[in-house]
C-alpha cells in the first residue's frame, strides 16, 4: 500500500504537468475508481493523443517538399522506436504488476504529446 501511494505521488508530480497540455484541463483518470479503470482511462488518453500526433503529422507533411517528407519519415520512425522502447523501460519497473499498463500508457500519452507539440512547431515555422 505504501509503495503504491509513493508511486502516486512520485509520478503525479513527475508526470502530471507534463501530460496535461493545457492546465485548465483537469485530470481525464481523476475519477477512475479502480486500477482497471485507471489502465483503461490512460489507454484512451493515449489513443486521442495518437490520433492528434497523427493530424498534426499529415498537416506538416502537406507542408514539405520531397526531400523534407523523406528526412520527416525517417526521423518519425527514429522517433517512434525511441518512444516505444523508452515507454517498455518505463513500464517495465512494475513488470507483472497491475500498473503496468497505465505507467506504460501514461508514458506514450506524454512522448507523444510531446512530439506532437515539436510538429506543431515546425508548422508554425513554416507558416511565417
Known amino acids: 500500500m505504501k509503495l503504491a501511494a509513493l508511486f502516486l505521488i512520485l509520478f503525479a508530480t513527475a508526470a502530471g504537468s507534463s501530460?496535461?497540455?493545457?492546465?485548465?484541463?483537469?485530470?481525464p483518470c481523476a475519477k477512475a475508481l479502480s486500477q482497471a479503470d485507471m489502465?483503461?482511462?490512460?489507454?484512451?488518453?493515449?489513443?486521442?493523443?495518437?490520433a492528434t500526433l497523427n493530424q498534426v503529422y499529415r498537416q506538416l507533411v502537406s507542408k514539405l517538399d520531397d526531400q523534407e517528407k523523406a528526412q520527416l519519415?525517417?526521423?518519425?520512425?527514429?522517433?517512434?522506436?525511441?518512444?516505444?522502447?523508452?515507454c517498455e523501460f518505463?513500464?517495465?519497473?512494475?513488470?507483472?504488476?497491475?500498473?503496468r499498463p497505465m505507467a506504460h500508457?501514461?508514458?506514450l500519452t506524454d512522448m507523444t504529446k510531446n512530439r506532437t507539440a515539436?510538429?506543431?512547431?515546425?508548422?508554425?515555422?513554416?507558416?511565417?
Open 19 to 27: 501530460l496535461r497540455q493545457d492546465t485548465q484541463k483537469p485530470d
Open 39 to 50: 489502465n483503461d482511462c490512460w489507454g484512451r488518453e493515449y489513443k486521442a493523443a495518437d
Open 73 to 86: 519519415k525517417e526521423a518519425e520512425s527514429a522517433w517512434l522506436k525511441y518512444r516505444d522502447a523508452n
Open 90 to 99: 518505463v513500464a517495465d519497473q512494475y513488470k507483472g504488476g497491475t500498473m
Open 105 to 107: 500508457a501514461i508514458c
Open 118 to 128: 515539436e510538429l506543431r512547431i515546425q508548422i508554425e515555422e513554416r507558416d511565417r
